[in-house]
């Protein structure tokens, strides 16, 4: 075998596995894309029709769920950690902004607040969680 035909061989084996691999990672996200767009109640009983999609479940989460609400907040919490984040990693490295990050990373260290809290409402029961 020549080396230009192993190089060729090589070649596809190393573009089958890129494929392979690619697959593997997008496989949660068309299992995601075509459960979301089964009519309701086919998921539970195993009877997935892909040739006729619906995207009623979609606009009863709109009536349903305060949706709008749920996407500004992440929205907000998004945006705020993308500009802290930006913030840090341009910041010149010198001890105060070390303390303020390992600060602000230590905060995730702590429990959730019970609801009616002054930090926020937390879980309804009113317990701590971790």
């Known amino acids: 075998m020549s080396a230009a035909a ?9 573009n089958a596995l890129t494929y392979l691999v690619l697959l593997v990672m997008l496989a949660p996200v068309i299992w995601l894309v075509l459960s979301s767009l089964q009519p309701n109640g086919n998921l539970a009983n195993g009877d997935y029709d892909l040739l006729h999609p619906t995207v009623d479940a979609f606009g009863e989460m709109w009536r349903n769920i305060d949706f709008e609400r749920y996407l500004a907040n992440s929205i907000v919490i998004c945006t705020g950690a993308a500009a802290l984040a930006t913030a840090f990693a341009s910041s010149v490295r010198t001890r105060w902004t070390m303390v303020v ?30």
């Not at 192993?6 to 190393?14: I, M, P, T």
């Not at 390992?102 to 879980?123: D, T, V, Y």
């Open 6 to 14: 192993r190089r060729r061989f090589g070649n596809l084996g190393l």
């Open 101 to 130: 990050w390992w600060g602000f990373a230590g905060l995730n260290c702590f429990p959730k607040w019970p609801s009616g809290s002054f930090c926020g409402q937390g879980r309804p029961s009113g317990k701590w969680t971790i």
